[in-house]
Structure formats: C-alpha cells, structure tokens
C-alpha cells in the first residue's frame, strides 16, 4: 500500500527530533502490520522508518567508516653522486622504519657509485613531555653528523673503519625537525642510526670530599725508628721508605695501623725484571705492606706507549704478586718517564696497559708537585689559584673530551686525567686508590727549604694540596668520590745529598698547624 500518512508520535532520525504530525510517503511494507518509508531532508534520505499504529521505530545506516590515520612519519632520503652534498640529489627513497640500517658492504645505492656518494636523512619528530634530552646512537663508515633545527649538533666528518657514535642532545619537548647527513669515500659503506628521547637520570646526592693524609718520604740514610716515632705519635698515618726495606716493615710491624710503603731505587736506565724488584724489596714484604714499582727516572720506561705497555706488564706481575701476599702494590706512577696526557697514543697505551689493572685494584702512584706550569704566576701563589679553565683533549677513543680544571695546578692534580682521557672507571668498586711518594715544592733548584718557606707556609701548602686532592672528580657532569689517599712531602732525610728538599718541621709543628688531627 502506497500512500501518506502523518506520524503522530515523535521519532528520532539522524537528522534529529521527527516532530509529532510529519507528512511522510508510505510505502507498502514486507513485514505484516507495518509500514515502511522514508525521511528525507534537503533531498538526502536519512533513515528508514518502520510505522506500526502509534509506534515509530527507526533503522538508521551504519555510521560512515572514520578516516584514515595520517600517514606515519617517514624519513625522506636524499642522495648525491659527491661526497658534500652538493647539487641536486640524484635518487630520492623514504625510509618508513624508525631506525636506518642500510648497509652496502663494499657497493652502494642503487643508481649512483660504490665510492664517493653521501646521503641526507630528514624526519620530523616529535619529543614528548618530560624529556630533556635526544639520545642518538649510529655506527657509519665514513662520515656522520647531526643537525636539529638546521644547527649542527654532532659531527665526525672524516674517513673511517666502522665507527660507533653516540651523543645526547639538548631538544625541548615538541615537533623538530632531525636530519642526519652521511658521507663514504672508499671502502665500506654503512649507516646505521637511531634516536629516541633520553631524560637524565636525576642527579645523585653530592659526593662527599675524601679525606687526604699528608706524610713524609724518608730517604736513608734517614731517621732512625726512635727519631721517627715521634712523627707517628704526633699523627703521622703515611710514610715512605726509599732504600732500606728493613726499616720498612720494621715501621710497619711497630705501627701497623699507619700507611707504610717500601720503594726500590734502580740504577740509572735500568729496566727491571719482576724477579729483579722482588730482590730489592724482599726483606720489607710482610701483610700491609705498600710495596712501589720502579723509582722515576731511574728506570729504564721512557713513557713512549711501547714502554707503557712493558712498564703495564712488569706492574701486573708485581701486583699479583702482592695481592697474593696480602700487601699493596702501588705501579705506574712518574716512573712510567711521566706520561704526556695531551699525546692520543700515550693515553690510548695507558688505557690498554692498565684500565684492568686498575678495575682488578692495583693502586697508582704518582708526584704531584708545585713546580713551573709556565703560567708566570708566583711559585707561593699558584696552589692557592682557584681559576678554572676550560679545554678540550683528545681521550683514548679518539673522542674530544671537554675538562675544567686548574691550570696552575697541572701537577698537583694531574692524576683526574687518568680518568678523564685513558678511560679508567672513576666509579672503580675495588677501592683502588692513588698516592703520591713524593709531594711538596720542586721548583729547581730544591724544594721548601730552597725557597725559604717558613713552617706555617709548609702547613698551609700541605692544607691545601689536602684539599685540591680530596675534592670529587667531575666528568661529563658527574661527580665522583676521589680516589686519592696520601701523598708524602719530599723529604725528612738526616743526610746532606738532599738537603734542598728537606721539610725541616719538627713532628709536633705538624699537629700545632693542623696538618695532622
């Protein structure tokens, strides 16, 4: 049956509320005592209507499909037939993955020459709420680097064997836009990248100053152990002993709690052999003893890193030894023909000779002296600069490491450069320590008493190299606790060969002036 009829009920179609007496066109329904029709609005229909008497129900059409997500993200690459960049790319690809990972072994692209192309990478990320930071790991031959925003944030632009790169860059929250560029010259050819947002850990509670010991180097012929009695009675917790073992462990037997080290001392150039240091220091080994390696200069090591890497081997032989024997073994040290830091080959021989060592707990000694550091400054003065300065080196990975340190204070604390450059743990857990068997003033020609310093600018020297040395080791921003435990002040010999050396303090000054508590 075909007709009009007016819904006398209210209905709900999508177009909203059908109101009561509506005029609609009837169609003749299939199903027995309905109706079936149309509404319609603006010429578009909008729903079915089934009408039973007084009753409306309505059968709307499926709601439309939602569209589509937006495309993701791709990286759009770019290639070029040189080598810079340059000029229009010849072949352009989208990479949809998050990570690059495109390695051509010795070819390269499809359509452009094995060697002498590069390649830019461009996405738009976006870095969530809450991140400081973008963490950006790759592994490239040849070279790589980084720009955020248009400005170049990392850069290795050089030939290389398959290298790791990774680096933490400054990006606030929000869209930006992260481009890698690429280069291969000859050889292999790699990318392999990834990023993703990096928020530091927060920073740890601040490192506490360790305590420093100042002590006393002994030259024999030296004191006797009544005369240097009253030194560890007023305090005293650290010595050296050069020459004469004997009186070293018999020093250590007597006051067993104090820090006592025994040290060799070679004839000139002479290399020794394991079996060699054992000999000169057999009659002081007993448990607690401080045992030192060869004495500076008197030993052959020169501080190439060939001999680095001999001076490495001859130190771990002494080392295990002495750990087996429940003593410790001091190696390293200004015998090593005091290592050039600013020499890439040096710090790579020293990180390879004795970054183990040092993990495995073998001490480290060194001198750490005020001496010329070529800055003009007053001798009386320069321990007591605070000036920092700001300089870039070259660590043993090849990697520029930016350092704060005193300038004028290049030897007195020269030992954070073991950590900052040669790559040992400054976090070491094997309570590995350093000290020094020879500290003070060595400004040619002599030491304190050379320069006329009186006993209280002795004391306050003695403070504060204390200090400096006990202050944490700050690398890349982290603090850690220093390693350093004692250095001994050269020197309190009764003989007359060093006599422009000698700290003429008597014992109880060192108490009255606070050097020791």
Not at 85 to 95: D, H, M, N, R, Y
Not at 114 to 128: L, M, N, W
Not at 404 to 413: A, C, K, V
């Amino acid at each position: 049956m075909k007709g009009t009829t007016t819904i006398d009920v209210n209905a709900r179609a999508s177009v909203g509320l059908v109101p009561k007496g509506t005029l609609v066109e009837v169609e003749e329904s299939d199903v027995e005592g309905f109706y079936r029709t149309s509404l319609s609005t603006g010429g578009q229909r909008v729903a079915d209507v089934l009408i039973a008497k007084r009753y409306v129900q309505l059968e709307q059409p499926p709601p439309p499909p939602p569209p589509p997500p937006p495309p993701a993200d791709v990286w759009r690459v770019e290639y070029f037939n040189n080598m810079t960049l340059t000029g229009a790319p010849v072949k352009t690809e989208t990479i949809t993955a998050l990570a690059i990972n495109l390695n051509w072994g010795s070819g390269g692209p499809a359509g452009l020459p094995a060697d002498g192309f590069s390649a830019r990478f461009t996405r738009t990320i976006e870095q969530p709420a809450g991140a400081s930071k973008l963490r950006v790991v790759a592994t490239t031959d040849d070279g790589f680097r980084i720009l955020l925003d248009g400005a170049k944030v990392f850069e290795r632009w050089a030939d290389m064997a398959p290298t790791r790169h990774e680096t933490f860059i400054d990006c606030a929250p929000g869209k930006h836009q992260l481009v890698f560029e690429y280069y291969e010259n000859k050889g292999g050819a790699v990318i392999q990248a990834e990023y993703g947002p990096y928020t530091p850990p927060p920073p740890p509670p601040p490192v506490q100053n360790t305590t420093v010991m100042i002590g006393l180097n002994d030259v024999a012929p030296g004191l006797d152990t009544a005369e240097f009695a009253q030194y560890f009675e007023s305090g005293c917790g650290f010595a050296t002993v050069t020459f004469n073992p004997a009186k070293a462990k018999q020093w250590k037997e007597r006051w067993p709690n104090a820090l006592i080290f025994a040290r060799p001392m070679l004839p000139k150039g002479y290399e020794p052999s394991f079996e060699q240091w054992h000999a000169l220091l057999h009659e002081a080994f007993t448990p607690g003893m401080g045992l030192f390696g060869a004495n500076e200069n008197d030993s052959g090591f020169n501080g190439e890193p060939d001999s680095i890497l001999r001076r490495a081997e001859f130190d771990r032989r002494n080392f295990e030894f002495a750990r087996a024997n429940g003593m410790i073994y001091a190696g390293y040290g200004f015998s090593m023909g005091n290592p050039n830091y600013v020499d890439p080959r040096v710090v790579r021989a020293v990180h390879d000779g004795y970054a183990d060592l040092w993990r495995e707990g073998m001490w480290f000694n060194t001198h750490s002296y005020s001496g010329d550091d070529h800055s003009g400054m007053p001798l009386r003065q320069r321990i007591y600069d605070e000036t920092v300065f700001t300089d870039t080196f070259t660590d043993w990975q090849d990697k520029p490491v930016v350092i704060q340190h005193h300038q004028t204070l290049w030897l007195e604390e020269n030992w954070r450069f073991l950590f900052y450059l040669c790559g040992l743990d400054p976090a070491n857990p094997s309570n590995a320590s350093i000290v020094s068997d020879e500290t003070g003033v060595d400004q040619y020609p002599g030491g304190f008493p050379t320069h006329g310093y009186t006993d209280e600018e002795i004391a306050s020297w003695s403070k504060r190299f204390a200090v400096i040395n006990s202050s944490p080791t700050i690398i890349n921003g982290v603090s850690y606790k220093s390693p350093y435990k004692a250095g001994a002040l050269y020197c309190v010999t009764n003989g007359m060969d060093w006599a422009g050396y000698k700290v003429n303090l008597p014992a109880r000054r060192f108490r009255e002036l606070g050097v020791w508590r």
